[in-house]
């Protein structure tokens, strides 16, 4: 089975900084694509990093500069590291795995797409 553990979300004012970890279990860690998306309140689903399987990397416009994702395959797990956090940062993030999740991720492709999601962890930015 399948499953996605996140973690590391919380309380922050802005301009800290959090990572976040989703540990990956049940199947290789190469096989899918593995990257984050965020819903906040009252708004859809949308991606903010994802890797594909070419090793390019999907950046949310509203995350460049400032997010990083990176993955520690031995531990079979993804971290999104999130620097310089503002208000409009708080949302529900979810970790997902698919094999083409960079199109999820895009916008090209809709979230009900994903194969697998981890079940979210909440950031709360304060100003």
């Known amino acids: 089975e399948v499953q996605l553990q996140a973690s590391g979300g919380g309380l922050v004012q802005a301009g800290e900084s959090l990572r976040l970890s989703c540990v990956a279990s049940g199947f290789i860690f190469g096989d899918y694509s593995i990257g984050w998306f965020r819903q906040a309140p009252g708004k859809g689903r949308e991606g903010v990093l994802c890797?594909?399987?070419?090793?390019?990397?999907y950046v949310g416009d509203s995350v460049k500069g400032r997010f990083t994702i990176s993955s520690d395959d031995a531990k079979n797990t993804v971290y999104l590291q999130m620097n310089s956090l503002k208000p409009e940062d708080t949302a529900i993030y979810y970790c997902a795995a698919d094999s083409l999740l960079y199109y999820v991720c895009s916008g090209r492709d809709p979230p009900s797409d994903v194969a697998h999601w981890g079940q979210g962890t909440l950031v709360t930015v304060s100003s």
């Open positions: 890797n594909s399987a070419d090793g390019s990397t």
